[in-house]
């Protein structure tokens, strides 16, 4: 089996406008393993001064997908960065089923 790799992500990166209660969406190419989703490995941060919005995050293993619910409304024209936390970040990373980590944390803007 290989190492997970992000396949899509919704919203995409640097998308603008996007609705203040938008849930993000991450899709894989293998099953994960379910402990490695987490508030560790799915973080998302307001941009100007990396404050952290909390939220929580579900796993579909059918879809691969994983979601991230924010814990608040967004705030209105303000830049957010989400990162999917891999190995050359923290041991703590996302995995799939068989302990693979995702090799690179992906970082994009929304």
Do not use: H, W
Request: proline share 3%; net charge negative.
């Amino acid at each position: 089996m290989a190492a997970p790799t992000i396949t899509s992500r919704t919203p995409s990166n640097n998308q603008t406008n996007v609705y203040i209660n938008q849930l993000i969406y991450v899709y894989f190419d293998v099953a994960l393993l379910t402990s490695s989703i987490n508030g560790n490995t799915f973080l998302m941060y307001r941009s100007t001064d990396y404050s952290q919005v909390e939220g929580t995050t579900s796993y579909n293993s059918t879809e691969k997908k994983v979601t991230f619910i924010p814990g608040k409304v967004l705030d209105s024209d303000t830049a957010y960065t989400f990162i999917v936390v891999g190995v050359d970040q923290s041991s703590d990373c996302v995995k799939n089923d068989v302990l693979e980590s995702l090799a690179e944390s992906e970082r994009f803007s929304l």
